[in-house]
Each structure stands twice: as C-alpha cells, then as structure tokens.
C-alpha cells in the first residue's frame, strides 16, 4: 500500500470499528450466563464462600451465575483456565492469598496471579489462630516462646502441607522471636488437627472455623490471632501485634479476578455489583459462618492486595527454598 493517507485512513476506521465492538459488548454485558471458575472442590471453604455470593449478584445481574469447581493442588488449574479465558466478563475466577504462596512455590507457572489478571475485588479475610492442645503444660504465647528458646528443635508444630499459610506463618514467628521449632507437614489439615488433639504433635497455626468447637470445648487453647483486631470468639486472646510482633499480623483473604484485558467498564460493573452483594446482611451472615470479615474494596485496592501479598510470600518462600515440583 503506497498511498500513506489511504494507509492512515483504513487504520483509522479499524481502530473506530474495535472501539465500537468492545463499547457495543461492554454496554450488553451481561447478555447471557457467566462462570466462575473456583480452584477448589465443591463443599469446600471457597467454594462455601462464593456460591451465596454468586447467587446474589445472579440476581442482580438478572444472568445465571454459574460455579464451576477445578480443585488442584495450589489451585493451579483452575486458576490456569480463568487467567487463559476470553477476556469478555463471561469467566470469572476466584483467587485468594493462596495463589501469591503459590506463584514461587511453583516454578513452572503458565500464569503470573498479578500480570495475567484484572483483580476485580476482595470478597473477605479471615485471621488464623495459634493453638495448643489444652494440657500440653503452655498456658500462654510468652510460655511457648520460652520453651522453644530452651528447648530449641524439640517443640513439633504441624501444617497441613509445605508452603501452607499454617507452615509460613510459624516460619515468620520462629524468625521473629528467634526460635526453633520443627515443621511436622500432613496431608490436609485435618489429620494434622487430629494429630494436635490427640498430642502427637504440640502447636499448630489454623483457621478459627476448624478449631472452635475444640476451644469452646476445652480440648485446645488458643494462644494468639493473626488478625489485626482481637476474635469475638475469644476476646481475651491478644493478637500478635498486641504481644509486640506486628509483623506477624496475617490475614487469608479471597476475592474474584478476569482475565488480563477485560474491559474497565465490565470489571467496574462487576466490582460494583459485589460490593452491593457483600452489604446484605443475609449474606454478610453466610460468610461470617465461614470466619471471614467481610472486605469491599475497588479493583485497584484488590490488586495492590495481591501484588503486596505475592511479594512478601514470594520472599519467604525464595528464602526457604521451597519448592512444590
């Protein structure tokens, strides 16, 4: 093509034609069913968490809301299939603190949690509580950090895996109280919870949900909560920011993200439309029963949640040397 005003010219009306088409679908969405790709299996925390979520913004959208479990280990798959979706609005994915452990757990990632997606918004956090088997002679946080100085290696804590938000969060104590304890990591955290009960093992990091019956029971003690504020469950048990280890403040918090490219007008919509979900009371109730607080926040406060997250996880884990293949 040698006439450069020609060239120019049919540039020019195909920039104006994909405006068009891009403002024409944003304007329609949505017009027809939407996913929501959870990367964990149906009954399980996440999953519990976003079907009363998707319920409520599927009336509100007046569009099916639609589930679809693709549990893996890390939540990779279905955290792949989302990050390589159409970027329409048509396929969301829920994403969570998880995913920025496993972006430097997992060395061959066909997707990066912060490049490969819009974050839309937080759905809630939830805080993790240290726990002791009630008769295994610590009665408070000072207690364990003195026993694990004169005893150095001898005290086991258990996870429910390496690399999960239990196993970091006691490396983070160890490093900040200059302690030593052993990682003893099971397959899921319920043997390692009935392990702790049973007194095989003396500590474990876990979230309130899974414990509470054992607490209220008096089968265990809850030393410390990760959160930023004291549980209502246990209003006397301090935070650590409180016993003077701010650093150890953590949250597990989930939220929905699109694929990289989708729309500003349609991840707005979306965002908005969550955010109006999460103040009913009705389903700020469900999600309470899950241990989350709820979080509402723009999709710009959502990513800045996500890239902080994936740095600090991120430098743990390099520190570690931990690897998951």
Do not use: C
Not at 178 to 194: E, N
């Amino acid at each position: 093509m040698k006439n450069p005003l020609r060239r120019l010219f049919l540039v020019a009306v195909l920039a104006s034609t994909s405006i068009g088409a891009a403002y024409a679908q944003t304007g329609n969405w949505p017009s027809r069913p939407i996913r929501i790709v959870v990367p964990a299996p149906v009954g399980g925390p996440y999953d519990l968490t976003m079907r009363p979520l998707a319920q409520q913004m599927s009336q509100m959208l007046k569009q099916p809301v639609v589930i679809d479990n693709r549990p893996s280990a890390g939540n990779i798959v279905g955290t792949q299939i989302g990050a390589g979706a159409p970027p329409d609005g048509y396929t969301l994915t829920m994403t969570g603190m998880f995913n920025t452990i496993s972006q430097s757990m997992y060395s061959k990632l066909s997707f990066d949690i912060v490049k490969s997606f819009e974050h839309i918004g937080a759905i809630g956090e939830g805080a993790q509580w240290l726990v002791v088997r009630s008769d295994a002679g610590i009665s408070s946080f000072q207690d364990l950090v003195e026993q694990a100085r004169r005893e150095a290696g001898k005290i086991n804590y258990a996870s429910s895996g390496t690399g999960s938000t239990g196993h970091l969060v006691m490396e983070l104590l160890q490093r900040a109280t200059h302690t030593q304890m052993t990682h003893i990591p099971y397959k899921g955290g319920g043997p390692a919870l009935q392990d702790v009960l049973a007194g095989v093992v003396s500590v474990s990091v876990v979230p309130p949900t899974s414990v509470l019956a054992s607490v209220q029971a008096g089968k265990l003690k809850v030393l410390a909560t990760s959160g930023a504020t004291r549980s209502p469950d246990t209003p006397d048990v301090p935070t650590f920011a409180e016993l003077g280890y701010k650093q150890l403040t953590v949250t597990s918090w989930v939220g929905l993200s699109a694929p990289k490219g989708t729309p500003a007008a349609v991840v707005d919509k979306i965002n908005s439309t969550m955010n109006s979900a999460l103040r009913e009371p009705a389903l700020r109730k469900q999600l309470e029963a899950q241990g989350l607080s709820v979080l509402r926040t723009t999709p710009q406060e959502y990513a800045q949640l996500v890239n902080a997250d994936t740095e600090r996880w991120g430098a743990l884990v390099r520190s570690l040397n931990l690897k998951a293949n």
